[in-house]
């Protein structure tokens, strides 16, 4: 989380902290992007599709950063009052995705201005200090951990057999990582809450 909220962006991290290895990038990408994409005719481009998991990782890292920094600083009215529209105009959107552009312009272009109506209200300054440690003490999960069945699906990416998979628990996510080499990668998350 320290890295986030040095840029606020995740494309950093995915960038520089996430498993080197490509099939298994691909396959987080495209796990994620099927909910866009599963009855599309048209094969949208990895590149296409990468550029809107971007937007919706910034999206949930963002939205778990106000949670955590900013929660009795911002007015909760404006800033929910700011998000509605375009947080809407996503919740909205006809399925399937039918093609790179389509993707771009309804849903990789309306999340990325979302995310930045949401940067305005984290307060990176607050990470980690103690008000933030109170809140990451008192979160509650109720979603199960993934290891076991993540080692099962990444397993098909080229995924060492008995490659270990450690967990970590910050803010609203489980983050999964894999050691390559000397340093721990992520290899993906998911939410420590149900929706």
């Known amino acids: ?17 996430v498993v080197s290895s490509a099939s298994i990038r691909a396959q987080e990408v495209l796990l994620l992007m099927l909910q866009l994409t599963w009855e599309s005719k048209q094969r949208i481009p990895l590149a296409d599709q990468e550029r809107a998991y971007l937007a919706q990782r910034n999206f949930q890292m963002l939205l778990s950063a106000v949670k955590f920094t900013a929660p009795q600083t911002i007015d909760r009215a404006a800033f929910e009052q700011e998000l509605k529209e ?8 006809e399925r399937p995705i039918v093609s790179a552009a389509d993707m771009e312009a309804r849903f990789t272009t309306p999340m990325n201005r979302l995310c930045d109506i949401i940067r305005k209200y984290v307060d990176p300054g607050s990470y980690n200090g103690t008000s933030y440690q109170a809140r990451a003490a008192a979160f509650t999960e109720d979603a199960p951990d993934e290891t076991l069945r993540l080692q099962k699906v990444f397993q098909l990416s080229s995924f060492a057999t008995g490659t270990k998979i450690y967990l970590a628990r910050r803010e609203m996510f489980y983050l999964y990582f894999i050691k390559e080499a000397d340093a721990f990668k ?9 929706d």
Not at 4 to 14: C, G
Not at 86 to 93: A, G
Not at 186 to 194: A, F, I, K
């Open 1 to 17: 989380m320290k890295r986030f909220y040095a840029t606020l962006n995740f494309e950093t991290i995915w960038k520089e902290d």
């Open 86 to 93: 375009p947080y809407e105009s996503l919740t909205r959107i």
């Open 186 to 194: 992520l290899l993906t998350m998911s939410g420590r809450v149900r």
